[in-house]
């Protein structure tokens, strides 16, 4: 059935001190450039929205670089999502104030999930998107009911919650959040793909759009996503960043596979 | 000038970095005295749709009817053009203006709400010599974030299908509104912003 609506294709920039930058598993740093330049750089080329997560706030203990926020948002007309860091009502009201269109909570959101729905409450559900960064539980396949036991991690991976990747999501729905931000640790910087089956169990459970991420290598795997993994947007960084694909040429590949996609861009 | 009206809920922020990138000065204000003498309204409009009974208990409400009735442009975003109807079953005791009939309703689909993402528009037969969509071809994509839609009724100007056929945009005269959000829609988005910018610019010039 032709819904009408897109697949997204989000670009993130990985920020830290300012720079974006690009780790394989959440570690081993390198710089990659500019988030305002790089942000308009991908806007430009295609992409339908733009991500800034501050990857070390949280394990610094710091707030997020507004500045950095402020600069990017600037000239930015597509939408605008950041993350990291985002600890209170007043750290997402100073976000938005700075030019951001939805805040991205994570280690907030499990530590207390209350604030889902207060910043829900007063922005607005689409303005909250919970993150969640899960690891399958060792050696685990999907089950008969398509579920696939995983956990959720904090502060960059660092922490492990004990909390289900899909009994989370579930919940973080019904506590007020518009979208979800799924990120496979076991897939992240790795181009060796998505987690579909993962990807999939959480679009399952839950009636607001995934966004699926850590993986992406080659134009295939956004099709595999979109298709069996069943995501709503999918979202990369390094393939971006380093020019290996054109948003504009990936998007051309999955409209060749029929999955509707934004173009001309 | 555009005058930007905040009732604490809205992204004005983005709404108003786009008109500056369009070279256009706004401000921004929920004070009735300077929303009744404004140039050009607009009402951006995020969050739930009770947020907007503030216009009604701050005396906005009563200001932006005066302006209207004076032919001052205005351009409702999102739950601002929502509220340009007669209201919405996500807040039934809340008032909209009923500047357009009929009320919002929650999509009644089995797809995904909020309908997030980059849709179509197209004109509807009323839509053909809009202002606001002036040089946007049909087809056209914009970003939608929402989970009420407003009804296919007279002054709709555009529509959009998800599942259902809803309106995406409104105009009467001198009163505008999208259910889509032009500040994060690209190229596209900016064009019927600048339309909008142009029609108060030749309004001021009469």
């Known amino acids: 059935m032709s819904t009408g609506i897109t697949k997204r294709i989000i670009a993130c920039l990985d920020v830290t001190n300012g720079r974006v930058v690009k780790g394989v598993q959440f570690v081993d740093l390198i710089d990659a450039g500019d988030p305002a330049e790089l942000a308009h750089l991908h806007a430009t080329s295609g992409a339908d929205e733009i991500v800034l997560l501050d990857i070390t706030a949280t394990s610094d203990a710091r707030p997020i670089l507004i500045d950095v926020v402020r600069r990017t948002a600037r000239q930015l007309f597509v939408p605008f999502t950041v993350g990291g860091g985002v600890r209170s009502l007043d750290d997402a009201n100073a976000l938005f104030d700075a030019g951001a269109d939805k805040i991205s909570i994570n280690s907030a959101a499990i530590k207390t999930p209350e604030i889902i729905t207060e910043i829900a409450e007063r922005f607005g559900s689409q303005a909250v998107i919970v993150a969640i960064d899960a690891k399958r539980k060792h050696g685990a396949e999907v089950s008969a009911a398509g579920t696939i036991p995983s956990e959720v991690y904090l502060a960059g991976g660092r922490i492990a919650t004990g909390h289900d990747a899909v009994d989370w999501a579930r919940e973080a729905e019904l506590r007020g959040a518009g979208e979800i931000l799924l990120t496979s640790m076991d897939c992240d910087g790795t181009r060796n793909g998505f987690d579909c089956p993962l990807t999939a169990a959480v679009a399952r459970a839950v009636n607001i759009p995934v966004i699926a991420s850590g993986g992406a290598g080659s134009g295939d795997h956004f099709v595999d996503v979109f298709k069996a993994g069943c995501a709503d947007a999918a979202l990369a960084a390094s393939i971006f960043h380093f020019g290996i694909h054109n948003v504009r040429q990936l998007k051309l590949q999955l409209q060749s596979e029929s999955i509707p996609v934004r173009l001309p861009c | ?206």
């Open chain 2, 1 to 206: 000038m555009i005058t930007l009206i905040d009732y604490k809920a809205g992204n004005l922020t983005s709404v108003r970095k786009a008109f500056t990138f369009l070279g256009e000065e706004s401000v921004i204000t929920d004070d009735p005295a300077q929303v009744r003498d404004a140039e050009a309204l607009v009402l951006p409009g995020v969050g739930h749709f009770c947020t907007t009974e503030r216009l009604a208990t701050s005396g906005v409400r009563d200001a932006v009817s005066e302006a209207i009735e004076r032919g001052t442009p205005f351009l409702g975003i999102c739950v601002g053009m929502q509220w340009q109807f007669a209201g919405s079953t996500e807040s039934p005791e809340t008032k909209g203006m009923r500047l357009f009939e009929g009320t919002c309703e929650r999509f009644q689909t089995k797809l995904k709400v909020p309908h997030v993402g980059w849709n179509q528009i197209r004109r509807s037969p009323g839509g053909a010599q809009s202002r606001l969509l002036d040089g946007v071809p049909n087809d056209s994509f914009v970003y939608f974030t929402h989970s009420y839609r407003a009804p296919v009724v007279d002054g709709v100007s555009a529509v959009t299908t998800y599942d259902e056929t809803f309106a995406a945009a409104v105009e009467r005269d001198n009163i505008f509104g999208v259910q889509f959000h032009p500040e994060k829609s690209g190229d596209t988005g900016l064009r019927i912003l600048k339309n909008f910018c142009n029609y108060a610019a030749a309004r001021r010039m009469r």
